[in-house]
């Protein structure tokens, strides 16, 4: 099994590339996602078993020239794939001086692309002595999803000594205190209807869209089911952090927006698994009236007049029920829940479209365009005008 780790700063690309990968058998395994040089330098100079890394050049942080001189300083045996969107002359002389094993450019880049490349990367090990082992390593993800699946068992089904021999098996990174973070989609029942059969797919893409975001804070990142993620992190300003970047990313690639639940902190193993059952349990019982109240609002979002009323004469409850049971079961309130869907519908708008500011403001349900750009500033980061550079 060749053990690849792919280094790209743009999660489309990443989501990509670990797809072609994955229709080329069993053979070839994604071991770890990174952002930039940084992250996987630090990956591969703790994972030795690494075979190969497909990395891109141009990236924050650091580069993948800069990745490959590290790499190469150290002596590591790993091979090296560089992808570029330019073809000079300088990116490629450089790349092969320290130590590429080949060169393609994004455009170019398909299933049979990449697997000829692979095939001449492994006999060239081979010709080394650097023999990739034809055994399937132990699938610490398969234990992970076991493990989560065994916490929420009753407790007379599963003693407590074998959910710790379980956890010892998954190798997790962190080390006590940490918290956890639940992510679902917010719509459950759309995501089903829409992937159907390719589930799995979306499991896999969005659990590497997710590391992409947590590995910058040393996070931790399991895809339990196609409606439950786990990041494990230090702390949960990090955690807040991870889930900004990783919403943003999330609805404009997969048009899905996900919800999220952060544990106290955990500082021993019986905590761990007091929080998980307390966080998920809670998390997954969401009450008839927030399930139509979130309804109503993405269906209706781009209506000037909406207002909490109209919702809560919906979900037929008093809007001050509402209020009170939307916060405790989805994090949010209402109104942050309805900026954030127009927020959401703008920016993918902007993006996609060449409408202007005032025009997206104005079909997305803002009756102000300074009151639009306020609230875009504050969920995205940036302003609505610089959306398209």
Known sequence: ???????????????????????LGSEYTVSSCCANGKEALDYVTAHQEVDLVITDVDMPVMGGIDLAESLNRQGSRCSLLFLSAYSDFTYVRDAFHFGADDYILKTELDSKKLESVFTKIIDKRKKEGFDTPDVVLDDVEEKRISFFHSILEPEAAVCSEKLSEMYEACNFRQ?????????????????????GSSLPD????????????????????????????????????????VYAHFYDSAWTYFETGFEKRISGRIDSFNVFIGEYRSVVENFLLCSRPVVRAKRYIQEHYRDKGLDLQTIANYAGISKNHLSNLFSKETGDTVVEFLSRTRIMAAKKMLME??????????????????VFCRVFKKITGTNPGKIRQ
Do not use: H, W
Not at 176 to 192: A, C, T
């Open 175 to 195: 080390k006590y205190p940490f918290y956890i973070m639940i992510l679902r989609p917010g719509d459950v029942s759309d995501v089903m209807q829409r992937y």
């Open 202 to 241: 979306f499991i896999r893409n969005t659990e590497s869209l997710l590391r992409q975001f947590a590995m910058p804070y040393s996070g931790d990142v399991s895809g339990i089911d196609y409606d439950l993620y786990c990041c494990i992190a230090d702390n949960q300003e990090d955690q807040e952090n």
């Open 353 to 370: 479209t060449d409408c202007r500011t005032f025009e997206a403001a104005d079909r997305t349900g803002f009756s102000n365009v300074e």
């Open 1 to 23: 099994m060749m053990r690849i780790v792919i280094v790209d700063d743009e999660p489309l690309v990443v989501i990509s590339i670990r797809t072609l990968i994955e229709k």
